[in-house]
């Protein structure tokens, strides 16, 4: 039995990475998790210059949930190329670097940098608002999305995940402009927009007001568009959204994940992804597959 | 690496101490490396509600592998509610000991204030008992509810405020200190954000070395997701920006550092 994937030509020793954002650059978790079992680590957002992020409460527990607005917050490109990377490559696991950007040359200054670091992949958060384009995000429209995939594709030098936001009419349309543009691979879903309100406090819970939806709540939601993602595009797919358990994993991966990324999950259990990777693994022995390809999809 | 864990905590005992405030007696291994300051992240049974929710440290019995918490219901249907119903032999799921804690050295040979106010008076009871020097506990309370204080008194010198003027000198603790004529040349303090802003300025304006535990929503409760920041005056050298992760370099925080 073979627990290996194979994501854009990048072989992963099993399907399972982090959510970016929940797991901060690998480091934190180091004490809780063997990071040597994780298929790929997903760094946390990574822009071209530090971030401050956004005013506190920046979080909030909702129903089998969460919802956060971060903001963002991060300490650059340079200090991550020089702290985060070396740290990571002390491991035997992929490395992911999320991008973001308020602009497409922020976009760019990243990808640049990062093109001749020793990383594996780099995932492009397109949630992010666009300040050229009335801060809509690039992820809800799809001729920036393409355009901006092409764009990245030109000046990097590892394979591109278009990251896409699920806060859209129609997100296949966005997967084929990713996939127009060039992307090696899409990842989905991004947290789901929401507002929680503190009747007693007669406040917002979140300072930004408005924030995003993660956790065992958005789930449903997250294989519905992994499924028709998968059934719109020709290229792999992680998907993430909710994922909790092993079965939420394999789960996504019948729907048509080829790999898959756990988030809110890492803040209720910090070692729940070594458990999903070894629930992979034993639904594999109980089942009879011998490769993960093979479960790919498999739900028509 | 990979040698932490979410554990599973037995509690020992429980009881209500005060209107809506419950004493709990938990068996973990946190105990073995806790200090006064630190908290610990306590997870409800519950699936539907996911985060942890901080609680300091209130008491530390090594010998025996215990911590007690004290903490405060703070409504229907909520985390602290479920935790209010656990009995002996009950299980809750918990991860610690987290955060810096009190640096304790910094008092030898002074005079210092340990400051509690309401909810931020359990982890003050800690550190009264393993802090070596000239102690004067300035504790406030809302009402005649002084819980803690008969084991405050074993400790120091102790000073009370309540809100309703019950007990000890009406209003807050810096009313406290005024009305007793208190000086000190080292403050440790914990309680709601005003409270603090207070003592940080009086700490300010008169010279005095001043730690502060500070509160915020958390999520991760490990430095991971950057929830639970503050901000600070330099730029902090994990972040590299304006702020510091409070369940990571905090909760405690020399009170210059930090803008409350
Ligand atoms: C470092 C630290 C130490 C603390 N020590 C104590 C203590 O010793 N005793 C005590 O009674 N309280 C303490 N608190 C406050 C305590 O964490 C909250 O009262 C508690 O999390 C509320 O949870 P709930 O289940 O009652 O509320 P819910 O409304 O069910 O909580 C929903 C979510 O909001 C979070 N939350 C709500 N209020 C707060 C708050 N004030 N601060 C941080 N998160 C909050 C919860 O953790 C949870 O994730 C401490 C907070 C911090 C940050
Ligand atoms: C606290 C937090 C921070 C996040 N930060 C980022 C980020 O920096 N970049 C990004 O692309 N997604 C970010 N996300 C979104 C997650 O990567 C993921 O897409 C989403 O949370 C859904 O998965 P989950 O339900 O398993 O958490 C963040 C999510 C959370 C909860
Ligand atoms: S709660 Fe996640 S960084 Fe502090």
């Known amino acids: 039995m073979n627990m290996s994937v194979n994501i854009a030509g990048v072989e992963w020793k099993n399907p399972v990475?982090?959510?970016?954002?929940?797991?901060?650059?690998?480091?934190?978790?180091?004490?809780?998790?063997?990071?040597?079992?994780?298929?790929?680590?997903?760094?946390?957002?990574?822009a071209n210059v530090p971030?401050?992020?956004?005013?506190?409460?920046?979080?909030?527990?909702?129903?089998?949930?969460?919802?956060?607005?971060?903001?963002?917050?991060?300490?650059?490109?340079?200090?991550?190329?020089?702290?985060?990377?070396?740290?990571?490559?002390?491991?035997?696991?992929?490395?992911?670097?999320?991008?973001?950007?308020?602009?497409?040359?922020?976009?760019?200054?990243?990808?640049?940098?990062?093109?001749?670091?020793?990383?594996?992949?780099?995932?492009?958060?397109?949630?992010?608002?666009?300040?050229?384009?009335?801060?809509?995000?690039?992820?809800?429209?799809?001729?920036?999305v393409e355009k901006l995939t092409a764009e990245i594709k030109k000046l990097?030098?590892?394979?591109?995940?278009?990251?896409?936001?699920?806060?859209?009419?129609?997100?296949?349309?966005?997967?084929?402009?990713?996939?127009?543009?060039?992307?090696?691979?899409?990842?989905?879903?991004?947290?789901?927009?929401?507002?929680?309100?503190?009747?007693n406090r007669r406040t917002f819970a979140v300072a930004n007001k408005?924030?995003?939806?993660?956790?065992?709540?958005?789930?449903?939601?997250?294989?519905?568009?992994?499924?028709?993602?998968?059934?719109?595009?020709?290229?792999?797919?992680?998907?993430?959204?909710?994922?909790?358990?092993?079965?939420?994993?394999?789960?996504?991966?019948?729907?048509?994940?080829s790999a898959v990324a756990v988030g809110t999950a890492n803040f209720h259990n910090p070692a729940v992804t070594m458990e999903i990777v070894d629930g992979i693994e034993s639904y594999m022995k109980k089942f009879g597959f011998n490769s993960v390809s093979e479960m790919v999809g498999l739900v028509k | 690496m990979a040698d932490r864990k979410k554990e599973t905590a037995v509690v020992v005992s429980q009881e209500q101490i005060a209107t809506g405030i419950f004493s709990m007696w938990l068996r973990t291994e946190a105990a073995t490396t806790a200090k006064p300051g630190q908290f610990i992240s306590m997870y409800t049974n519950d699936g539907t509600k996911l985060l942890p929710r901080p609680i300091s440290i209130c008491e530390i019995d090594k010998a025996n592998?215990?911590?007690?918490?004290?903490?405060?219901?703070?409504?229907?249907?909520?985390?602290?509610?479920?935790?209010?119903?656990?009995?002996?032999?009950?299980?809750?799921?918990?991860?610690?000991?987290?955060?810096?804690?009190?640096?304790?050295?910094?008092?030898e040979g002074k005079k210092a204030f340990l400051m509690g106010g309401g909810i931020g008076v359990p982890p003050i009871l800690e550190l009264a008992k393993q802090l070596d020097c000239e102690k004067q506990i300035v504790v406030g309370y809302r009402d005649e509810h002084t819980f803690l204080r008969d084991q405050f008194e074993e400790n120091g010198a102790v000073y009370i405020s309540t809100?309703?003027?019950?007990?000890?000198?009406?209003?807050?603790?810096?009313?406290?200190?005024?009305?007793?004529?208190?000086?000190?040349?080292?403050?440790?303090?914990?309680?709601?954000?005003?409270?603090?802003?207070?003592?940080?300025?009086?700490?300010?304006?008169?010279?005095?070395?001043?730690?502060?535990?500070?509160?915020?929503?958390?999520?991760c409760g490990i430095g991971a997701c950057l929830a639970c920041v503050c901000k600070t005056k330099e730029k902090d050298h994990h972040t590299n920006v304006n702020n510091k992760r409070i369940c990571k370099e905090g909760p405690v925080f020399l009170s210059t550092e930090v803008e409350i």
């Open chain 1, 17 to 46: 990475t982090v959510a970016s954002g929940t797991f901060g650059s690998g480091a934190e978790f180091d004490e809780f998790v063997d990071l040597n079992k994780l298929g790929a680590v997903t760094t946390k957002g990574v």
């Open chain 1, 51 to 144: 971030w401050t992020g956004n005013p506190t409460p920046r979080v909030a527990e909702t129903y089998g949930g969460m919802m956060n607005a971060i903001g963002l917050q991060n300490p650059g490109i340079d200090l991550f190329c020089k702290r985060d990377i070396p740290f990571l490559k002390k491991y035997d696991t992929k490395i992911i670097v999320n991008v973001c950007g308020h602009a497409p040359e922020e976009y760019f200054a990243v990808v640049e940098r990062l093109a001749n670091e020793p990383i594996d992949m780099m995932e492009i958060n397109i949630s992010c608002p666009n300040v050229n384009a009335g801060f809509l995000a690039f992820g809800q429209d799809p001729k920036q």
């Open chain 1, 156 to 199: 990097a030098k590892q394979p591109v995940i278009m990251k896409l936001t699920p806060n859209v009419t129609d997100i296949t349309e966005i997967a084929k402009a990713a996939e127009a543009g060039g992307a090696d691979a899409v990842s989905l879903i991004n947290t789901l927009t929401g507002m929680k309100i503190d009747v």
């Open chain 1, 210 to 257: 408005t924030a995003g939806v993660s956790g065992p709540a958005i789930h449903p939601i997250a294989v519905r568009m992994v499924y028709q993602v998968a059934n719109a595009v020709n290229i792999p797919i992680i998907g993430m959204g909710g994922i909790a358990s092993a079965e939420d994993a394999i789960e996504m991966i019948l729907a048509g994940a």
């Open chain 2, 65 to 107: 592998g215990q911590l007690r918490v004290v903490y405060r219901v703070t409504g229907e249907n909520t985390g602290t509610e479920q935790f209010s119903k656990l009995k002996a032999g009950d299980t809750v799921p918990v991860i610690g000991p987290l955060g810096n804690g009190f640096p304790l050295e910094k008092a």
């Open chain 2, 163 to 219: 809100e309703d003027g019950s007990v000890g000198t009406k209003g807050n603790v810096m009313n406290a200190i005024a009305e007793n004529h208190l000086t000190a040349d080292i403050i440790y303090a914990c309680g709601p954000t005003p409270m603090l802003r207070a003592i940080k300025n009086y700490a300010e304006e008169n010279g005095i070395e001043c730690y502060i535990s500070l509160e915020e929503r958390m999520a």
